[in-house]
């Protein structure tokens, strides 16, 4: 499955749709439509798309790093931006991410949040289709440092 690397890609500001559990030609379907390049483990969905002209890409790669490296290079993206104040696209539902100050957080939205963190973060980022509720933690740090590794290596 590549879900890790979907949520990683939305993160990264990518417009990205990730479907589990549906056929072949759902998902090639879904490509047509909306122009999409479709990735995939499965080399005969990739060769299928392949005989009908759809943009497909076919992971091979078992680790996260090597595969995010090869989808880049693939469609030509030679650099990802460092995450820093915000985040582009919600990792449960690809929506777009807006940022909100602390003090505009409703009542039921402040009951999501870790006091500690809370606390410690004066904008949070919520997603403008699901709400769920992201702020510039640790994780940040750790996405960052996987950015750096993925641009060393794009531009070596």
Same mark, same amino acid.
């Given at each position: 499955?590549?879900?890790?690397?979907? =949520?990683?890609? =939305?993160?990264?500001?990518?417009?990205?749709?990730?479907?589990?559990?549906?056929?072949?030609?759902?998902?090639?379907?879904?490509?047509?439509?909306? !122009? =999409?390049?479709?990735?995939?483990?499965?080399?005969?969905?990739?060769?299928?798309?392949? !005989?009908?002209?759809?943009?497909?890409?076919?992971?091979?790669?078992?680790?996260?790093?090597?595969?995010?490296?090869?989808?880049?290079?693939?469609?030509?993206?030679?650099?990802?931006?460092?995450?820093?104040?915000?985040?582009? =696209?919600?990792?449960?539902?690809?929506?777009?991410? !807006?940022?909100?100050?602390?003090?505009?957080?409703?009542?039921?939205?402040?009951?999501?949040?870790?006091? !500690?963190?809370?606390?410690?973060?004066?904008?949070?980022?919520?997603?403008?289709?699901?709400? %769920?509720?992201?702020?510039?933690?640790?994780?940040?740090?750790?996405?960052?440092?996987?950015?750096? %590794?993925?641009?060393?290596?794009?531009?070596?």
């Amino acid at each position: 499955m590549l879900g890790k690397l979907a =949520r990683k890609l =939305r993160i990264f500001g990518f417009d990205t749709t990730y479907l589990s559990n549906t056929d072949d030609d759902n998902l090639i379907k879904l490509a047509i439509e909306t !122009k =999409r390049n479709l990735l995939t483990k499965d080399k005969q969905l990739y060769k299928k798309c392949l !005989k009908l002209n759809i943009s497909c890409t076919l992971i091979t790669f078992e680790n996260e790093l090597d595969s995010l490296i090869s989808i880049f290079k693939i469609n030509g993206i030679r650099f990802i931006y460092s995450i820093t104040n915000d985040f582009t =696209r919600c990792t449960i539902c690809n929506a777009e991410i !807006k940022s909100i100050k602390r003090e505009i957080l409703s009542l039921t939205l402040k009951e999501n949040i870790p006091k !500690k963190v809370f606390d410690n973060n004066s904008v949070f980022f919520i997603c403008t289709s699901c709400g %769920k509720i992201y702020w510039n933690g640790t994780h940040i740090q750790g996405l960052n440092t996987l950015i750096d %590794k993925i641009n060393c290596r794009l531009n070596c």
